[in-house]
């Protein structure tokens, strides 16, 4: 599907408007079965977020994939599309709400995923995702990344939240980022160190994290077969 930034701007806008980010992230309540494109009566802000969009690159079109499997029937057109256009806010509560949806946390009521439920999330699903990850931050965003910094940290967290830029100091001492409130994360491909994103909650612990890094998906490269 190939559209102007102009119209993909919009789609990403209707796409994403629905989303609340907070640490521990509620799922969506109705998932999109698709992403609505259709001409509108644009704001004169959004038309010139639009406008800027387009005069931005040479090219005022992005290819969105829609070729996006999935075990679970989940749509990752909306994920495509944020991702696309840089809606980095959206795309990673978008990745967050999808794991509550895909491991059955939601199925069982809850609104937050279990370390014990990272084994039911298909790899089908986190290999759409990834390659979205990866393909629209150029290799700087994923998962895969955050495995690759979690190997050089031997397995030490802390080092591991130093390299990929979620921590902070105040004045000499060192602290995890904030995500209540204003967010101190970078949601910017160009000034966000390699793996910032996708955010995983550490509020249960570092079961959630080490245990999506540990998913048999990416014991091989196979993730990355374009379907």
């Not at 709400?97 to 089908?124: C, H, M, Q």
């Not at 895969?144 to 130093?162: A, H, L, T």
Request: aromatic share 10%.
């Amino acid at each position: 599907m190939k559209l102007s930034r102009a119209t993909i701007f919009t789609c990403a806008v209707l796409a994403s408007s629905s989303l609340v980010s907070a640490f521990t992230t509620p799922s969506f309540a109705a998932r999109p079965t698709s992403v609505v494109c259709r001409p509108m009566t644009a704001t004169a802000e959004a038309t010139s977020a639009a406008e800027e969009a387009a005069s931005s690159s040479e090219d005022a079109e992005i290819q969105i994939p829609t070729n996006l499997p999935s075990a679970c029937g989940m749509d990752y057109v909306p994920l495509a599309t944020m991702l696309a256009t840089g809606d980095l806010v959206a795309a990673d509560q978008f990745t967050r709400d999808a794991l509550i949806e895909i491991s059955g946390a939601k199925a069982k009521g809850r609104n937050f995923v279990y370390f014990t439920d990272v084994k039911n999330i298909p790899s089908t699903d986190l290999a759409t995702m990834e390659r979205l990850w990866n393909k629209f931050s150029k290799g700087k965003f994923g998962y895969s990344v955050q495995k690759k910094k979690w190997n050089q940290s031997k397995g030490d967290f802390e080092v591991f939240c130093r390299k990929i830029g979620w921590t902070t100091t105040d004045g000499e001492v060192e602290r995890k980022k904030r995500w209540f409130g204003a967010s101190e994360f970078i949601y910017d491909v160009k000034k966000a160190p390699e793996g910032h994103l996708p955010l995983t909650s550490a509020l249960r612990g570092t079961s959630l994290i080490k245990s999506l890094l540990k998913h048999p998906v990416w014991d091989n490269e196979d993730w990355k077969k374009e379907p």
